[in-house]
């Protein structure tokens, strides 16, 4: 099994800044690539960035410029998000995608998610 714990939810005001950090664990060979996913209520599910083993990353339109995603080590990812905005309000979810040996295919898996609240 893969466990993916989320850390560094919590209500914020317009304007300011909060970390997000996602840290892997279990039965892992290699992971491809992290990010973060976001859904706020009544909507689907949206990429927010994610990052590969090489480093390139990928954002939203919405959160470039204002958020950076980047690794700490091979199983552990940050989110520094800045300017927040009440668009930004959401759940955010954890997401890796692992190959738990040389000869298994690639597997999705999510963590349990942490609430992010920009309100003033």
């Known amino acids: 099994q893969v466990q993916l714990v989320e850390s560094g939810g919590g209500l914020v005001q317009p304007g300011e800044s909060l970390g997000l950090s996602c840290v892997a664990s279990?039965?892992?060979?290699?992971?491809?690539?992290l990010g973060w996913y976001r859904q706020a209520p009544g909507k689907q599910r949206e990429l927010v960035a994610t990052?590969?083993?090489?480093?390139?990353t990928n954002y939203a339109d919405s959160v470039k410029g204002r958020f950076t995603i980047f690794r700490e080590n091979a199983k552990t990812i940050n989110l520094q998000m800045n300017s927040l905005n009440d668009a930004d309000t959401a759940v955010y979810y954890c997401?890796?995608?692992?190959?738990?040996?040389?000869?298994?295919?690639?597997?999705?898996?999510w963590g349990q998610g942490t609430q992010v609240t920009v309100s003033s």
């Open positions: 997401n890796a995608k692992v190959r738990r040996s040389v000869v298994a295919g690639l597997d999705d898996y």
């Open positions: 990052i590969t083993t090489g480093g390139s």
């Open positions: 279990g039965s892992i060979w290699r992971i491809t690539e």
